[in-house]
């Protein structure tokens, strides 16, 4: 018997999948793109609001491979939003090997003055919701020709917001939390696990990648206000995140190499979640 091929080129190959990943013009879900891009993928489809963004990212991608990166504008705050966006992708593509749920904003503000729309609505929506209704929308496309050896992968981007209860931090002015965000990355991670019990009999895989803080538009004011070296120290790892290390948990979730893995919320922090936990007190009202 011939010995089972187990090199990285095997195990870990995305050659010739479709994938489509949203919020794919800056930050998490453009660094995804470049590690799919880089290894083999033949096509990414990035989607998000703004369209000057989108052709930035897309010349910067295609520099790699010229014609493997194709943009789509898409507002994904509402199900007519994520409808019209299935609806191109289906125009385009009859097969999408890895979906990346990354589209996602946040809304800072004080504990008594959170606004029902921007704070609560909006961020649920985009957050949440539009995870379900693409995964739905795009279910057959997923479904078709997956196996259990060879499934379709499904990548939602939560956040290590969602297992702490502390709103107020570096990556929010003082005074304000981000509470609906927490809120909502904590969702993301119970939506994975109801996703992955419901289509993993449909060979697709559902997991959620729990990002710490990552240089992005998101954690921006981190970034500015207190400086990557002072972020960087309460890191046990002493650094914050980098592309590679978004590259390597999402070529692992995008090919057979989790292909038995599924309903995973993985955390990609540096240990900083765990190293904190009940240290941080809350101020009075």
Known sequence: MAPVDLSINSVFSVKGKVALVTGGGSGI?????????QNGVAKVYIAARKEAQLEQAVKELNSVREGSVEYIVANLNSKAGVDKLVEEVKRRTSKIHILVNNSGVSWGAPFRDVPE??????VMAVNVKSIFYLTVG???LLTKDSTAYD???VIN???TASVTPHTESVTSADGNGTIAYNVSKAAVNHLTSILAVKLGPSHVCVNAICPGIFPSKMTAFAFKTSGEEKIAEHQPTGRTGIPQDLAGIALFLSSSASAHVTGAHILLDGG???AVQGIAPQPKL
């Open 29 to 37: 879900g453009k660094a995804i793109s470049a590690a799919l891009i």
């Open 117 to 122: 729309q921007q704070g609560w609505d909006n």
């Open 138 to 140: 795009l279910v057959d």
């Open 151 to 153: 499934p379709a992968h």
């Open 157 to 159: 981007i939560s956040s």
């Open 272 to 274: 900083h979640t765990l």
